[in-house]
T-cell receptor, first 109, second 114 residues
Framework: GDSVTQMEGPVTLSEEAFLTINCTYT??????LFWYVQYPGEGLQLLLK?????DKGSNKGFEATYRKETTSFHLEKGSVQVSDSAVYFC????????FGAGTTVTVRA | GAGVSQSPSNKVTEKGKDVELRCDPI?????LYWYRQSLGQGLEFLIY????????KSGLPSDRFSAERTGGSVSTLTIQRTQQEDSAVYLC????????????FGSGTRLTVV
């Protein structure tokens, strides 16, 4: 069936390092794609989205590009901060959101 | 309201009891979703409402789980005869008719069955 596959964590890196979290999806058609973030002790927040092929979503220094040819929506940030420590979820939307398993990211000072 | 409101925020219940979880979506959001997040697990879809009807309830784990939505607004998720494996955070989300804007999630109800 349709699914979202995320790179497994946990990921630990130092401040100012480059972060990539891979996400691929299988789906019929071209669903909207999202990245959600869950900071410690908080609820899920929408981080960024892309609604069609080649769209680039961006927010808080994070970026992800909707790649139709590779069915991917990888999340990147060029220089992470301690405050970016969180769980990141990739999601695909047809009429409901289907989530990847989540990737825990810890940034050390 | 300004956001999706869920109550209670925490619930501890004894095994075998029934519980009701409430979700108040953002005003004007026609779609409402329930998800479950278990410790160490991802986000599991439970049920989806469009208005007051539930076109997709395929994620409800068993017939002990039911949900309703009234007036196109408030939704209640009911778990009967709770079991320990029901312990999880239950999340509600709502979205406007154009779901490309994404969903807004509530803070969740943490259910602990003892």
């Amino acid at each position: 069936g349709d699914s979202v596959t995320q790179m497994e964590g946990p990921v630990t890196l130092s401040e100012e390092a480059f972060l990539t979290i891979n996400c691929t999806y299988t789906a019929t058609g071209y669903p909207s794609l999202f990245w959600y973030v869950q900071y410690p002790g908080e609820g899920l927040q929408l981080l960024l989205k892309a609604t069609k092929a080649d769209d680039k979503g961006s927010n808080k220094g994070f970026e992800a590009t909707y790649r139709k040819e590779t069915t991917s929506f990888h999340l990147e940030k060029g220089s992470v901060q301690v405050s970016d420590s969180a769980v990141y979820f990739c999601a695909r939307n047809d009429y409901k959101l289907s989530f990847g398993a989540g990737t825990t990211v810890t940034v050390r000072a | 309201g300004a956001g999706v409101s869920q109550s209670p925020s925490n619930k501890v219940t004894e095994k075998g009891k029934d519980v009701e979880l409430r979700c108040d979506p953002i005003s004007g959001h026609t779609a409402l979703y329930w998800y479950r997040q278990s410790l160490g697990q991802g986000l599991e879809f439970l049920i989806y409402f469009q208005g007051n009807s539930a076109p997709d309830k395929s994620g409800l784990p068993s017939d002990r789980f039911s949900a309703e939505r009234t007036g196109g607004s408030v939704s209640t998720l009911t778990i009967q005869r709770t079991q320990q494996e029901d312990s999880a955070v239950y999340l509600c989300a709502s979205s406007p008719p154009d779901r490309e804007y994404g969903y807004t999630f509530g803070s969740g109800t943490r259910l602990t069955v003892v």
